[in-house]
C-alpha cells in the first residue's frame, strides 16, 4: 500500500492533553521501582529447578541483586529507570532514595553472583533470552553514557554480567534460525533493537553487524504484515511495530521509507492505531494492555523520526503516539502489583525516547 492511505484515520482523531514527564510525573513514577526492588514476595523466579537442594533457594539467592519486582527482567528495567530519573531528574524529591537504593543493588559482588547464575546452574543458559538481556543492554546503554562518578563505577560493577550475557547473545545469534513474533516477552525485534543501540554506544562493531545481519535476514522480506490480528490478550508488544522500529534502526531513509510501504496494508495498520481495551485493570495479564499503548507510543515516534521531513506520516505517527500516551498514563497509577512492577520503565521510556 502507499502508507498515506490511513491518514484519514488518524486526521479524524481527537486527543486529550499530551502527557509529558514533568518532575511530578516523574517522582511518582520512581515510587514504583523504589518500592518493589526490595520487594521479594510475591515473585516468578522462572528459575528451572534440578535437584532438592535447589527447590529451597529464595529469589534473594539466586539474584542477589534483581530478586524483587516480581520478576527479573521487571528489577533490571525498574533499575534503568531510576538511573535514568536520577541522570535526567537529580532535582526530584526522592532523588537520594534512589541513589541509596542503586548503590545497594550495583553492590560488586552481588552483580558477580548475578554473572555466575548463568554458569552456576544447570540450563540456566537460557533465563530471560533475550528479553531480560535487551534490558540489561539497556541499563549498561545509560550508565555508560552518564559520565557521573557513580554511574562510573556502577557501569564498572555491571560489567561481569553484562559480558556474561554477551557471551551467551553472540553464541544464541549463530544458531538463532527464526524470529519469535509474538507480542511478549520472546519478541525478537525488540530485543535485536535494544541490543543494537547498546553495541553503538560500546562500539562493538562486531557485534553490531551480526545483529543487523540478522533483524535484516529475519525481516528485510516482510511484506504486508498481518497487523489486523494484533493484539492477543495480553500483549504488551505491538509485533509489527516492533519491527518497523527495528527497521529503522538499520536501513538508510529512503529505504526504510519504501519497506515501510510495503510492510503494513491499509487494514492492519488502522488497526495498530486503536487504542487497546483494557478490560480489568487488576489482572496481572489483561494490564499488558496498558504497556501496549506505551510500546506503540515510542514505536511510532521513533518511525516517524526516521521518515523524511515531508513524509505526512510523520506528524500523523508522533500524534498517534501521543493519544496513547493521553490514554495509558492515567491507567498505569490505577492498577495494582500486576502493573505497578513494571509498568512505570515503559512510561518513562515512552514519554522520553
Known sequence: MKI?????????????????????VAKKLADMPLHCISQ??????AHIINNQQEAILTPKDLHPSFYGCLDWHSSVHGHWMLVRLLKTKAGMANAKEIETLLEKSFNA?????????????????????????????????????????????????????????????????DKQTYPNRTGVHPNTAFALGFAIDWARVAHDKDFENQLIEKAKYFYLKDRNTPAYLEPDGSDFFSPSLQIADLMRRILPQKDFSKWLNH?????????????????????????????LSFSRAWCMKGIAKALPEKNPLKTKLNKQADRFLAN?????????YGGDHWLGSFAVYALED
Open 4 to 24: 498515506s492511505l490511513p491518514l484519514l484515520l488518524l486526521s479524524s482523531l481527537t486527543f486529550a492533553q499530551v502527557p509529558t514527564l514533568t518532575d511530578d
Open 40 to 45: 521479594e514476595y510475591p515473585n516468578k523466579t
Open 263 to 291: 510492510f503494513y496494508d491499509k487494514k492492519g495498520f488502522e488497526n495498530i492505531s486503536k487504542i487497546p481495551v483494557v478490560s480489568d485493570l487488576k489482572d496481572y495479564q489483561t494490564v499488558h494492555l496498558v504497556g
Open 328 to 336: 495509558a498514563l492515567p491507567l498505569l497509577f490505577q492498577s495494582n
Open 109 to 173: 559482588e552481588n552483580l558477580k553472583s548475578e554473572a555466575n547464575y548463568f554458569s552456576k546452574y544447570q540450563l540456566a543458559a537460557t533465563f530471560e533470552r533475550t528479553y531480560g538481556w535487551a534490558w540489561l543492554l539497556k541499563l549498561d546503554q545509560e550508565l555508560m553514557t552518564w559520565k557521573d562518578p557513580r554511574a562510573v563505577r556502577w557501569h564498572e560493577n555491571l560489567k561481569p554480567l553484562t559480558d556474561q550475557v554477551l557471551v551467551l547473545w553472540k553464541k544464541y545469534l
